[in-house]
């Protein structure tokens, strides 16, 4: 009789935990108390017939038959089987979607508490092919006269120029208009101050160098660099609370990435200039010199071609004025061609699309917060399910 009493009150509690029913719901509709209801499914009192017909009124998917046998199971054997965890998963469907909606409008919520961020772009693109298409008859010119080629020996790293301390530096000290008309600078904005104290006389200038470091890698935080090696556009972006001051850092850093890599290409055309320019000062002067030593020799000896002596010296200066000439020659144009060269001072990279400021902000994303914190909740509520299945 035991064994009856504690299999029927296993059968009612395994009903009740399935269907996710309190102790308190189930003993009121019972018309007992929960101590009572507790024996029951313990087994320490008897339950009489009015009491089970009680149970089968109020949940008529009580079927005392059906817990004789074993629930199916969702894994059997390393294998999931997909009919039971459907079936369980649609059973338990209100629990999944109102906790997915809860996650959602968590999500979405908390959103607001992130800080707005705005994103500007500035796109750039190489011109240098281009420059040396234009420039292709001079190439085969200077390769005639053994001139070393246009191309360039200098490679530049875009990202690493975008990111170095040179521009970081005259980001951070340069001050901007804000979208209200403000101007002020980065450190401002980030309230990176030095902290007043009775030693920041004696170590101003220490601080000073501190809180720019800290501007600058915090700088580095809010640009990004993307380059295409495919066709060599280069988009450089910029994210700030403020609108027109992202646009206006973006348009900045194009600008003197523009000026840095034209500066670093034509320093070498215009040393090469310089140096070919002063050898052809010295040259001149010498074949001036070496012409005139002809022209006395000629007049003062008008008989040398019968004289084998005079003859050879002659020979000797006329030598020395065809080769101070042929020198001359070269290097007037290698002068002309260097001189050329110097177009390198047009930028190598152009700028194609300006940053402008952005309306819409770029972060935080709510429709992500929305997808992300859904996710969250349709599994985690799914997962659960299952388990407490």
């Not at 750039?124 to 010119?141: I, T, W």
């Not at 660099?225 to 348009?251: H, K, M, W, Y």
């Not at 006395?296 to 050879?312: A, H, I, Q, T, V």
């Amino acid at each position: 009789m035991q064994t009856k009493k504690l299999e029927l009150g296993q059968k009612i509690k395994r009903f009740r935990l399935i269907n996710d029913i309190r102790q308190e719901d189930m003993a009121e509709k019972m018309g007992v108390s929960r101590a009572t209801l507790i024996n029951y499914e313990k087994g320490h009192t008897s339950i009489n017939v009015e009491i089970l017909n009680k149970i089968r009124k109020n949940y008529p998917d009580f079927d005392l038959d059906s817990f004789n046998s074993q629930k199916p199971k969702i894994l059997i054997d390393n294998t999931i089987n997909f009919k039971v965890l459907f079936s369980v998963l649609i059973d338990k469907n209100l629990f999944i979607t109102f906790t997915t909606l809860f996650f959602i409008v968590l999500g979405v919520g908390s959103s607001f508490l992130f800080k707005k961020y705005y994103e500007a772009e500035i796109s750039l693109y190489p011109a240098k092919s281009d420059m040396n298409q234009g420039l292709g008859q001079f190439q085969s010119l200077a390769t005639n006269l053994g001139v070393n080629s246009f191309e360039s020996d200098q490679n530049f790293n875009i990202p690493d120029v975008v990111k170095s301390r040179l521009i970081a530096n005259k980001v951070i000290q340069k001050s901007w208009t804000l979208k209200s008309g403000e101007i002020t600078n980065l450190l401002s904005i980030w309230k990176l101050h030095p902290k007043k104290s009775f030693f920041s006389l004696i170590s101003s200038s220490a601080d000073s160098l501190v809180i720019t470091e800290k501007g600058i890698k915090k700088l580095k935080k809010h640009i990004k660099v993307f380059e295409d090696r495919a066709s060599g556009l280069i988009r450089i972006s910029t994210t700030f609370e403020d609108p027109q001051i992202s646009a206006s850092i973006a348009n900045f850093i194009g600008n003197e990435v523009e000026y840095y890599i034209q500066k670093e290409n034509s320093a070498q055309s215009t040393k090469e200039k310089l140096f070919i320019s002063e050898r052809l000062f010295i040259v001149k002067s010498e074949l001036e010199s070496s012409e005139l030593k002809l022209k006395d020799f000629k007049e003062r000896n008008r008989g040398y071609e019968n004289s084998p002596e005079l003859f050879m010296v002659f020979s000797q200066l006329l030598r020395e004025v065809e080769a101070k000439k042929e020198v001359y020659l070269t290097l007037q144009q290698q002068l002309e061609l260097a001189r050329i060269e110097e177009v390198k001072k047009s930028p190598i990279l152009h700028i194609l699309d300006y940053a402008v400021a952005p309306v819409n902000k770029s972060s935080p994303n709510r429709f992500l917060f929305l997808i992300t914190f859904g996710l969250i909740g349709f599994i985690g509520s799914v997962i659960t399910t299952v388990f407490r299945y």
